[in-house]
T-cell receptor
Framework: KAGVTQTPRYLIKTRGQQVTLSCSPISGHRSVSWYQQTPGQGLQFLFEYFSETQRNKGNFPGRFSGRQFSNSRSEMNVSTLELGDSALYLC?????????????FGQGTRLTVV | KQEVTQIPAALSVPEGENLVLNCSFTDSAIYNLQWFRQDPGKGLTSLLLIQSSQREQTSGRLNASLDKSSGRSTLYIAASQPGDSATYLCAVRKTGANNLFFGTGTRLTVIP
């Protein structure tokens, strides 16, 4: 059974650009959550999608957005990149019942903003 | 707001030693708690999931306990090996939500 797949693994972008990250969940999982990991702030929740709808959102500016497709794959977009957006972005997949199931993480996308 | 704390931040032990990692959380209204390990630059690997109604879970050399009323969980690693060297993270899931609140992690080094 394939795990959670995130692409690309590494990205280098310039300030002001935008970026799109992709996450393919485990087959049968309907919930995809995104997290940002930085040395200073640790792991912080960005948002969760379930059945193509954003179900929950963390405390991040509107430059961070996402969507989910009918096959449960999800994309995350960051516009007008800032140096502080440099981080490891992780997505987690779960079956999706509220508060009920184990989360499985991908290998992450390392974003560097220069 | 849920806050999760892990102590110690770093731990170094000789191979073969048994060890305990600690996790505490401020809001006891949790649905479950999950322990992960993270190797440098990599994603998170799920180790154990404990539902709020459970007291402990075991997998191989790992045993996690949960005391919801006191807001604490421990991860016990028996007979540590160099391959156990990683950062260990605990995360709690609140009732009615699917997002995880993470601790800052314990960086474990097992010395051969």
């Amino acid at each position: 059974k394939a795990g959670v797949t995130q692409t690309p693994r590494y990205l280098i972008k310039t300030r002001g650009q935008q970026v799109t990250l992709s996450c393919s969940p485990i087959s049968g999982h309907r919930s995809v959550s995104w997290y940002q990991q930085t040395p200073g702030q640790g792991l912080q929740f960005l948002f969760e999608y379930f059945s193509e709808t954003q179900r929950n959102k963390g405390n991040f500016p509107g430059r961070f957005s996402g969507r989910q497709f009918s096959n449960s794959r999800s994309e995350m977009n960051v516009s007008t990149l800032e140096l502080g957006d440099s981080a490891l972005y992780l997505c987690a997949s779960s079956l999706g019942g509220r508060g009920s199931t184990e989360a499985f993480f991908g290998q992450g996308t390392r974003l560097t903003v220069v | 707001k849920q806050e999760v704390t892990q102590i110690p931040a770093a731990l170094s032990v000789p191979e073969g030693e048994n060890l305990v990692l600690n996790c505490s959380f401020t809001d006891s209204a949790i649905y479950n708690l999950q322990w992960f390990r993270q190797d440098p630059g990599k994603g998170l690997t799920s180790l154990l999931l404990i539902q709020s109604s459970q007291r402990e879970q075991t997998s191989g050399r790992l045993n996690a306990s949960l005391d919801k009323s006191s807001g604490r969980s421990t991860l016990y690693i028996a007979a540590s090996q160099p391959g156990d060297s990683a950062t260990y993270l605990c995360a709690v899931r609140k009732t009615g939500a699917n997002n995880l609140f993470f601790g800052t992690g314990t960086r474990l080094t097992v010395i051969p």
